[in-house]
Structure formats: structure tokens, C-alpha cells
């Protein structure tokens, strides 16, 4: 019924109400007449039973079987009739007319008025009434009083049996309800006549209006309505119609905006098609001048590396020569300086690289607490110059061996902290490390980066990722920097798959949080555990202490942690006796008495005791060990450091890898090599040969790629140092062509460039070169790029000038008298006497110097150095100042590589100086020195 139409539901409103009303009316009726059928029959068949049985009375009396068998025939006349029989007073028939009548009783006999009794069968009525003796008496003789007298007495003389059939009585039925069925039909079809009448008055106005609204929906917009008859249908027409009127204005008006719209568009797309023409020439303009940018700062970072290149080298070469304070202190400045035009030249040259999608993440194995002890150890002096607190927490579940580029993340670390420092003038600056998830071998983990600082507001916050942009230019001008640091930091860090972003409120400092996705790496192991051992911690900053407390954790230390001294005090008096004492104390509290009282109270007891402090001086940490400290450590310290103390303090034993980079160490190849130099530049050319040459390297230098082909038709070198930018030949095509060359197919050539494009490298590589070594280089990375590849190891700073026939000794400047005076403040006789002292307690400290290289004492060596290298700042003797400058330098920065042979270095200086003091007039040198100077001083007045 959903789906039909207005017209079948008019139907049929109209239709069901006539329907119901002539099917019930009708099933009434023709029932009820039926019935009445039924009832009539009924009747006139006991009426004839009434009157069959009166006349039958003297035929039943009498036994004359013609009377009743005239009796039955006449009654056979009667219309329904079907048989009748008569019986006597023992049911005996007397007489019979008609067929035999039906035996198929429906229902038990009924009882009527009169002693009748009506039986029905299928298709009859039978009637039996009785026949009583009430009328009339018949005697053999007729007395006299017949007619006078009647007998009142009455007698059943038999039965008259009348059968009447239905067939009339259904005909008649049928008739009444064929004649009951064409009446209703007639009438359903007249109101049906008359419902398809009103409702095509109503449906056909409908179906207008509806075909209007197709036509519409069809774009027909001149399509109407057209009725003619009144009122709602009247008004629909009408809405509709106004409808489609509206519609068509719409639409007429909508077209002509559509033709001036596609007019508008096709001039649009015209002036683009030009525009783009233009844009297609400029962006090849753009991707010319982004490839000439690169290429520009490729040769500006030649350019100036190579002028930068002899400055740094040859300043390291001057201060290594005949030079006196003020010289020393501006070679120092110069150094630095340059330095920090080196580190701005990366940081260009890193901002390139990104903007050229050439930005290269290693995959390399490495641990994550030596990237952070690292960047932290490097950084610790300049917080502590602040009177700053720098710590660091590592949560437990950050799984520390891992694979990534740690040179990169250690870029991000430095720059984000370094910030934190130069911002921040009073407070902390703390580093937090978590784990954000770990799944499948890889991890994501993130860096917070919290100071309490200068803080930013919102504008600057969304600045401060811009290249060449700090937080505003008064901020600039008073910290300086390049502005850099940030964006390429927040490029690197996208680069290992993480997201940096910054919060900070003005006046309460910043926090820089980034996250990055790194490879665990479970072959790697850590260090050896220290298990069954107790240790007790005291540090009253909860993030140290907490540091702490997980690297015990991670080497199976047990361990109790404390806030306070006189919480560890309490312990220790309890009786418990740990294994071993750590104590935090700030570098403020070295030089308290109370200090010194709470070391000594430990020291009662009897236990190893390992004393931090926030201070990078050896001062400080030499007054912890003479208060009482077994070792004393810089704050933040180096895990390593740390365990191999607490391993030393608990086993005696070292680490393996300590006692590797203990031993002495020997020359790798007996015969020295042979390297031939190569550089256009001349100054970067001699600067080569002399680092060469100090390091007792045969060098032989040609100044370009055609010279080098002919030195190997004289002499096969051992290893060649190739310039790549020359004119002419390059260091690429002379490389190509060496190698053509026989014999020369294996000969290691390592690339010299101040090139450092991030795609450079690998194609050295692929280009033949064995190795890749970037402008400014050092001493340190030619002793190590040769020993690499030729295997002799090289003695670095070691001099064999010619012997002197008055300075037996390898170094040229074992006693410099001008010095000494200058030193002295020109004053001969206290010039004298800190030589003399300097001499007597030499061999001394000598000795302890020995006695600690011995026993791997790294502390105390430094102390040592220290001491030395303190008196031989009075003492006019260069030489001997140098090497232990250099001695303290590679201590304080674990440049463990270098000190088998400074030890070497430093044991010859000493042990010249001592001779050649005993073989020469020290005194009468100082006695002429003085001289020399007042004669100057006459001259010039």
C-alpha cells in the first residue's frame, strides 16, 4: 500500500465502507431467508401431517386399505409431496404411495405440537402424526342412540407418515441468493463507477501537476499547470506555476553568469597559460640558481677552508716554536678564532645540504649514555662558569644500545643545550630522556631539554625555527650566533623520523622536547656488571641522585640512596658497612671545614669513598682527595669513568678497555712510508709537508695532478694525499689516471677537499679514493689516516733537528734564558732560583709521573702534569712546557690515543733538560740575557 498511487487510495476509501456493508447485509439476508425456507417447508409439512391424519381416522379404524390407498395417492398431488405411508396401531402400513422414503435421519426426531414428530434427512422433511379414534364409533350393529350419543374416549388407531422433499426449497434458495448476488455486484460496480468519477477528479489534477514538476526536474522550465476548476488544486496550479516562473528567471540569469563565468575563466586561463609559461622559465631559472647556489658554496667552502686550512695549521706549527707569553696568548686567539669561523662554515654548509635534500643519517651502532656523557662533559664548564646546575635523568626503561647516526644526534644535544646555557644566567638546565615506545626492534624515544632561563613569548617561540633568526635582535646582538643552530636541528631531527617543538613562558624559561625513531641493537653489550657489592649514595639533587641510582641499577649494584649527610651518617653508625661511599659535593663546599669533617667521619669507618663535585678544575678535585676522597670526579661525569673507578675501588681490577688504551703502544710498520702530497695551494701544500714531517713521514709534494703522474715514473710512494679541486687536472681525473698506472691499482689515495656536500664523499668513493679527509686538517687525523692505511703509527710532534754540539738534546728550545727573565719580571736572582727549584724537584716528579703511568692512575698522572706544567710556566724551558700543555690537554679531554707517546715525549723533555743543564752554564745565559736587555733598552733610549 506504500507504493500506490492517490487514485488507487480514493478507490479505495470509497469502495471498502460498500463492500463491508453489502457483504455483511447481504450474508443477513440470504441467511435469514434460508432459514425461512427451512421454517415454511417445516410448517406446511406438519400442517399436512395435521390434516393427513384426521382424514385417515375411519380408513385406520375400519382397516379399509382402499380408502387409505386413495388417501395416500391424493396427498401425492400436493406440491413437495414426495411419499406417503399410513400405519396402524402397530406400525403395520395399511397403505403407501410414493417412493420408498429416505432412512438418512440428521439429528433425533423432534416432538411437535400434537404428538407430531419431524424427522430430517439429506433431502426431506418426514412428518408422522398419530391417528386417534375422537370422531367418530362404528359398530357391527347401529344402536339407536348413534346419534345421540359420542364417545368421549380417545383411542390411537395408528400413524400417517408424510415425507416432503427440499429440492424446491434449495431451488428456491439458490434463486434468492443468485438474485441477493447481482444486486450487490450491481451496486458495487455503480459505487465503483462513481468512485473512478471522483477520484479522476482529483488523480488527473494530480498527474498534471506532477508531470509539471517532471518537466521542471527535466530542465522544462516553460512548462505549467493548466486546471480549470476551484479551489486548493487552483491554488497549487498557481504556486507551481509561480514556481516555474521563478525557476526560469533563475536559470536564464544562471546562464548568462555561467557564459560571463566561462568568459571570466577562459581569460583566466589564458593570462595562466601565460603565467605558467613564466613560472616554468623561472623555475628553471630558480633550479639553475639552486644548483649554482650549491655549487657556490661548494667553492666558497674550498675557498675558504683553504685559506682557513694554513691559518689553523700553521698557527699550531708557530705555537709549537720559540714563542713567548703574549705571542702564545694571540696564537690562542687567533685559533679560536678560527675555530669559530670553521664552526660557522658548517653550520652554512649544514643548512645547504638541507635545503639540497642531500642530508645523509648514519645507521651505526652506538651507546646512548656515551652521546649524552659526551655532550654534557663538553658543555659542563661553561655551566659551571655561570654557576649553573647542569643535570641529566635517563629512565630506566630507555634501552641505551642502539642504532643510529650518534655524530648527528649528538649536533641536536650540544646545540639545544649549549642554548639552554647561554640563555639561562641563574638556575638549571636539565636534560630528561624517556621512552615513548619500543616495539619490533625499534624504539622512539624522547629528549627534554628544560632550562630557567629567559623563556620566549608566543611570537617568538613560532621565530625561533627560522633560518638566519634567534628570539629577537637585542637577544642576538647580546649572545650572538648565527641563528642556525635551531632549523638545523629541527632538520636533522625530522631526518631520524621525530618532531621537535618548544614551550616556554617569558621569564620562566624554555623546554626544547624532541623524538626520535632509533634501532635497538641487542648485540651490543654493556659494561660488566658489579654485582655483590653495596654502595651508598648521597647527592642532595634528586635528578642526579636518580642518575645515579639507575646506572648502579644497570651494573647489579646494590645500593641505598640519601638526601642528606646526616641520613648517611646514621646509616653508617647503624653498623651496616657498604663496599663503597658516593658523595655529591658542590664545588662551594670543597673549601668548608664542615666538609673536610664529614669526609674524615667516612673515613673512620674505613670504606672507599668517591667524591663528585660540579667543577671541572683539578684544583677542586685534588683538595677532595687530600680532604680524604679515595677519587674525585667532575660532575656531570662519564658512566665509563664512573665504573671503572667503582671497579678499581671494589675489585682492584680495570676495565679491559681502560688497560687497552693504557698500554704502551709501538710503531705498526718498520719502515717508514713514503707519501706523496698533492695540492695546488701552496700554503696548504707546505702545511701538509711540515705535519708530515713532524711526524717523521718522507713526503714528497707536487703542485698538481700532472705533477704527481711523473713522480711515479721516478718513485712508487706508499700512499697519496690528493688535492680534489685543481686546475688543469683535477684530484679525480689524476686519481683515475694513478690508478691506470702499474702497481698502482691497491696504492691508497686519500681525498684532501674542503668540499662538504653530504653526496661528495660517496662519490670520492666510487670514484676510486680510499678514504675522504675534510679541510682544516690536523696532525692527529694525518697520524691516524696514515696509520690506517700504511699501518706505521706515526709519533706526532716528535723533532730530529741536527745535533747541537751544546744542546745534545732532540728538541731545539730546551732553555729559553729571555723567557725565564721575562718571567721573573727581569729580576736575575729570582729568575735563578725557580730554574734551580724547578730542576731539584724534576726528578721527583718524574717519578711520581712514571709511578702513576705504572699503576693507570689517570687522576693522579693529571695532577701530576698539572703540578709540572704549573712551575714550567716560570721557568723559560718551552719545550718541556709544551709537551706536558699538550700532556694536561689530552688528559683533561680523554684523547686516550695520544698518551703512550706524549708519556714518551715528556720523559725525553724532562730527561734533556736535566742533561743539558748539568752540561751547560744556565746561569751565565740568564747573566747574558739580562745584559742583551739593558743594552736594548740603551739603544732604544
Not at 684530484?731 to 694513478?738: D, K, R, S, V, Y
Request: glycine residues 6%.
Amino acid at each position: 500500500m506504500k507504493n500506490w498511487t492517490i487514485q488507487s487510495r480514493i478507490l479505495l476509501l470509497a469502495l471498502l465502507p460498500g463492500i463491508i456493508i453489502s457483504l455483511i447485509l447481504g450474508s443477513f439476508f440470504m441467511t435469514q431467508h434460508s432459514r425461512n425456507l427451512d421454517d415454511l417447508l417445516d410448517q406446511r409439512a406438519l400442517a399436512m401431517a395435521k390434516q393427513l391424519a384426521p382424514t385417515c381416522e375411519y380408513g385406520v379404524m375400519t382397516g379399509n386399505s382402499g380408502i387409505l390407498q386413495n388417501i395416500a395417492n391424493g396427498m401425492l398431488e400436493e406440491r413437495d409431496v414426495r411419499a406417503v405411508s399410513i400405519y396402524n396401531q402397530d406400525v403395520e402400513i395399511l397403505a403407501h404411495a410414493g417412493p420408498k422414503m429416505l432412512t438418512q435421519r440428521i439429528g433425533s426426531a423432534e416432538l411437535m405440537d400434537n404428538q407430531l414428530q419431524l424427522l430430517r434427512t439429506d433431502s426431506s422433511v418426514r412428518v408422522r402424526a398419530p391417528v386417534f379414534q375422537q370422531n367418530l364409533t362404528i359398530t357391527d350393529q347401529l344402536s339407536d342412540q348413534f346419534y345421540a350419543e359420542e364417545n368421549r374416549q380417545i383411542k390411537l388407531l395408528g400413524w400417517a407418515e408424510l415425507e416432503l422433499s427440499t429440492a424446491n426449497t434449495q431451488l428456491a434458495r439458490y434463486q434468492h441468493i443468485a438474485t441477493s448476488s447481482a444486486i450487490i455486484l450491481l451496486t458495487l460496480l455503480i459505487c465503483t463507477l462513481i468512485a473512478l468519477r471522483v477520484s479522476r477528479q482529483i488523480s488527473d489534477p494530480l498527474n498534471d501537476i506532477l508531470s509539471a514538476i517532471g518537466d521542471l526536474e527535466d530542465g522544462k522550465l516553460d512548462s505549467r499547470v493548466h486546471f480549470s476548476g476551484g479551489g486548493e488544486f487552483q491554488q497549487l496550479a498557481s504556486g507551481i506555476n509561480a514556481m516555474a516562473s521563478a525557476l526560469q528567471r533563475a536559470s536564464s540569469e544562471q546562464q548568462q553568469n555561467i557564459e560571463q563565468s566561462h568568459r571570466d575563466l577562459q581569460e583566466t586561463l589564458d593570462e595562466l597559460e601565460v603565467r605558467n609559461r613564466e613560472l616554468a622559465i623561472g623555475r628553471k631559472q630558480a633550479l639553475e640558481a639552486s644548483r649554482m647556489k650549491s655549487e657556490f658554496l661548494a667553492n666558497v667552502s674550498h675557498e675558504i677552508r683553504t685559506p682557513l686550512n694554513g691559518i689553523i695549521g700553521f698557527s699550531d706549527l708557530l705555537a709549537r716554536t720559540r714563542v713567548d707569553e703574549r705571542q702564545t696568548d694571540y696564537l690562542g686567539t687567533i685559533r679560536r678564532s678560527s675555530t669559530d669561523l670553521l664552526k660557522i662554515i658548517d653550520a652554512i654548509l649544514d643548512l645547504s645540504k638541507i635545503d639540497a635534500g642531500k642530508l645523509i643519517i648514519e645507521h651505526a651502532p652506538f651507546n646512548l649514555r656515551d652521546v649524552i656523557d659526551d655532550v654534557l662533559t663538553m658543555l659542563a664548564p661553561a655551566a659551571y662558569d655561570k654557576g649553573l646546575e647542569l643535570s641529566h635523568i635517563i629512565y630506566s626503561e630507555v634501552p641505551l644500545q642502539l642504532k643510529g647516526d650518534p655524530l648527528r644526534l649528538k649536533q641536536v644535544l650540544t646545540n639545544l643545550i649549549n642554548n639552554a646555557i647561554k640563555f639561562t644566567e641563574r638556575g638549571s638546565v636539565t636534560l630528561r630522556v624517556s621512552l615513548i615506545s619500543a616495539e619490533n626492534q625499534r624504539a622512539s624515544i624522547k629528549f627534554d631539554v628544560q632550562d630557567s632561563g629567559l623563556g620566549m613569548n608566543e611570537e617568538q617561540i613560532n621565530r625561533i625555527f627560522n633560518a638566519f633568526t634567534q628570539a629577537d635582535a637585542s637577544t642576538s646582538r647580546k649572545f650572538g650566533g648565527t641563528g642556525l643552530g635551531l632549523i638545523i636541528s629541527r632538520a636533522l631531527v625530522e631526518a631520524m623520523h621525530g618532531e621537535i617543538r618548544a614551550t616556554s613562558h617569558e621569564g620562566r624559561g624554555s623546554t626544547f622536547t624532541f623524538h626520535i625513531q632509533v634501532d635497538v641493537d641487542e648485540a651490543m653489550t654493556g659494561l660488566a656488571p658489579l654485582s655483590g657489592y653495596r654502595v651508598l649514595l648521597l647527592d642532595p639533587v634528586l635528578l642526579n641522585r636518580m642518575n645515579i641510582s639507575a646506572l648502579l641499577s644497570n651494573w647489579q649494584v646494590d645500593h641505598q640512596d640519601f638526601e642528606t649527610r646526616n641520613q648517611l651518617l646514621d646509616h653508617l653508625n647503624s653498623g651496616l658497612r657498604p663496599d663503597c661511599v658516593i658523595v655529591s659535593v658542590n664545588r662551594q663546599q670543597i673549601s668548608d671545614p664542615a666538609n673536610q669533617a664529614f669526609i674524615q667521619r667516612i673515613n673512620q669507618h674505613g670504606i672507599p669513598l668517591i667524591a663528585l663535585t660540579d667543577s671541572a678544575r683539578h684544583e677542586h678535585l685534588e683538595t677532595l682527595k687530600q680532604q680524604g676522597a679515595s677519587e674525585s670526579l667532575s660532575q656531570p661525569f662519564s658512566h665509563r669513568k664512573l665504573h671503572q673507578t667503582l671497579r678499581l675501588l671494589l675489585t682492584g681490577e680495570n676495565d679491559e678497555a681502560f688497560a687497552a688504551l693504557s698500554a704502551p703502544q709501538h710503531g705498526g710498520s718498520v719502515r717508514t712510508p713514503l707519501v706523496l702530497a698533492v695540492d695546488d695551494n701552496d700554503a696548504n701544500l707546505k702545511l701538509v709537508v711540515t705535519l708530515l714531517q713532524e711526524l717523521n713521514v718522507e713526503v714528497i709534494a707536487a703542485h698538481s695532478g700532472r705533477e704527481a703522474i711523473d713522480v711515479f715514473s721516478q718513485q712508487t710512494p706508499d700512499m697519496v694525499l690528493m688535492d680534489i679541486q685543481m686546475p688543469g687536472m683535477n684530484g679525480l681525473e689524476a686519481t683515475q689516471a694513478i690508478r691506470a698506472l702499474p702497481g698502482a691499482e691497491t696504492l691508497p689515495v686519500i681525498a684532501l677537499t674542503a668540499h662538504a656536500m653530504a653526496d661528495e664523499k660517496e662519490a670520492l668513493l666510487k670514484a676510486g679514493m680510499n678514504d675522504y679527509q675534510t679541510k682544516p686538517i690536523s696532525e692527529e687525523q694525518l697520524a691516524a689516516c696514515i696509520e690506517r692505511w700504511t699501518g706505521f703509527r706515526p709519533q706526532a710532534g716528535v723533532r730530529t733537528p741536527p745535533p747541537s754540539e751544546s744542546q745534545p738534546t732532540s728538541c731545539e728550545w730546551v732553555f729559553d734564558a729571555s723567557s725565564a727573565l721575562r718571567h721573573a719580571s727581569g729580576k736575575l736572582d729570582l729568575a735563578t732560583d725557580m730554574f734551580n727549584m724547578l730542576l731539584e724537584s724534576l726528578h721527583k716528579d718524574m717519578q711520581a709521573v712514571i709511578d702513576a703511568w705504572e699503576e693507570e692512575d689517570l687522576d693522579r698522572l693529571l695532577e701530576t702534569v698539572h703540578r709540572i706544567h704549573g712551575a714550567t710556566r716560570y721557568c723559560g724551558v718551552p719545550c718541556l712546557r709544551n709537551t706536558l700543555d699538550q700532556f694536561e690537554t689530552a688528559l683533561k679531554s680523554g684523547a686516550s690515543r695520544e698518551y703512550p707517546r706524549l708519556m714518551r715525549q715528556l720523559t725525553e723533555d724532562a730527561a734533556q733538560l736535566q742533561h743539558w743543564a748539568s752540561v751547560n752554564d744556565w746561569q751565565q745565559l740568564l747573566t747574558g740575557a739580562l745584559q742583551e736587555k739593558a743594552h736594548t733598552r740603551t739603544e732604544k733610549a
